[in-house]
C-alpha cells in the first residue's frame, strides 16, 4: 500500500503542438516494474521488489484501457466518465518484519470498485480532472478471497502533455477507510499479543494524504517508460495508536519499462 520529502521535476519543458495521427486500436506487450516502499502505510521498514506484467492499450469507441486505466466502461460524455477503479497491496512476510514479528503473514490483496471522474479542462496539454474512487479490499490467501473492508479515495490530478510522447504531472489524493480496512493491516488480535505489543483493533476513519509526481515517457518507437514518486503524509490517522504504527510518513518509488510487441492493423484517430 501506500520526512516530508519535496519532489520536484527538474528543466523547464516548453508546449508543443500536439500530434493528432491515427494509432493501433489495440497494442500488446510486456514489460517489468520496479518498486521501492514500507511494508505497510505506517512501517518502518521497507522491501523492493522486482515483477512483470503485461502491457495492455485498447482504443475502441466505447471503452479505453491504456496507462490512464480503464475509460468509459460505464458512462462517458465530455466532461464526466463513470469507470472501474483498481489498487492493491503485495504480501508481507512478517519474518522480514520487526513489528509483525510472530504474527501471520499479511496476504496479497486487490482493490476494486466504481470512479468518478470529471475534467476540468478540455482541448488543452493541460489535463486537470478530480476523481473520486470507492473501492473494496479483497485479500487472495490459502483459504480463498476474503473482503477485508472499504476505501474512498478523491483525488486531484494535473497532467501536462508536453507531446505525444512526454508527459508529466502530479496528483493530490486521501485516504477514509473502514475499521476492517485499516484493520487488515493494523489489527493485532489476542493470540500475537506480546509485552511490547498490544491487543489493537483499529478504528474507521483518515488513513493519509499522498503528494505524488510521475513521469511517462515514449522514448522509442516501441518502448514506454513510467516513474513516479509518492509521500504519504500518515500524521493525525484514525490508526497512529497502533503498535504496528511506526512512524508518520511513507516514500514509494516505481520505475517501469515496457515494450510493445504487437499492434493491431486496424488504425484509430
Known amino acids: 500500500m501506500k520526512n516530508r520529502v519535496i519532489f520536484a521535476l ?8 500536439l500530434q493528432a495521427d491515427p494509432k493501433p486500436l ?17 512501517a518502518n521498514e ?28 460505464f ?3 465530455e466532461r464526466l466518465e463513470l469507470d472501474i477503479s483498481g489498487g492493491g497491496s503485495l504480501p508481507v512476510n512478517s519474518e522480514d518484519n520487526s513489528a509483525r514479528e510472530g504474527m501471520d503473514d499479511l496476504d496479497p490483496a486487490f482493490e476494486l470498485g466504481p470512479s468518478i471522474t470529471y475534467k476540468f479542462t478540455l482541448d488543452s496539454p493541460h489535463r486537470v480532472t478530480g476523481e473520486f474512487k470507492s473501492r473494496a479490499l479483497i485479500s487472495v490467501g490459502d483459504s480463498g478471497m476474503n473482503y477485508e473492508g472499504w476505501v474512498l479515495n478523491p483525488e486531484l490530478r494535473w497532467e501536462f502533455r508536453q507531446t505525444e ?9 486521501a485516504l477514509y477507510g473502514s475499521d476492517d480496512y485499516h484493520g487488515f493491516f493494523h489489527n493485532v488480535t489476542r493470540e500475537f499479543a506480546t509485552p511490547t505489543r498490544a491487543v489493537y483493533e483499529a478504528e474507521a476513519g ?11 515517457w515514449r522514448f522509442r518507437k516501441d518502448w514506454n517508460l513510467y516513474t513516479a514518486l509518492t509521500y504519504y503524509n500518515l500524521d493525525n490517522v484514525s490508526f497512529d495508536d497502533g ?5 508518520n510518513y511513507g516514500i514509494y518509488l516505481s520505475f517501469a519499462l515496457s515494450r510493445t510487441l504487437f499492434k493491431s492493423q486496424t488504425l484509430v484517430p
Open 10 to 17: 527538474t528543466g523547464l519543458l516548453s508546449a508543443l503542438p
Open 26 to 42: 489495440w497494442e500488446l506487450g510486456i514489460g517489468t516494474v520496479m518498486l521501492h516502499r514500507p511494508d505497510y502505510l505506517g
Open 46 to 73: 521497507e522491501s523492493f521488489y522486482l515483477l512483470p506484467f503485461p502491457s495492455i492499450v485498447y482504443r475502441g469507441d466505447f471503452i479505453k484501457a491504456d496507462d490512464d486505466g480503464i475509460q468509459g466502461l
Open 75 to 77: 458512462f462517458s460524455n
Open 165 to 173: 510522447a512526454l508527459r508529466w504531472g502530479a496528483s493530490l489524493e
Open 206 to 216: 483518515y488513513g493519509g494524504t499522498a503528494l505524488a509526481g510521475f513521469v511517462r
Open 243 to 247: 503498535p504496528l504504527f511506526r512512524q
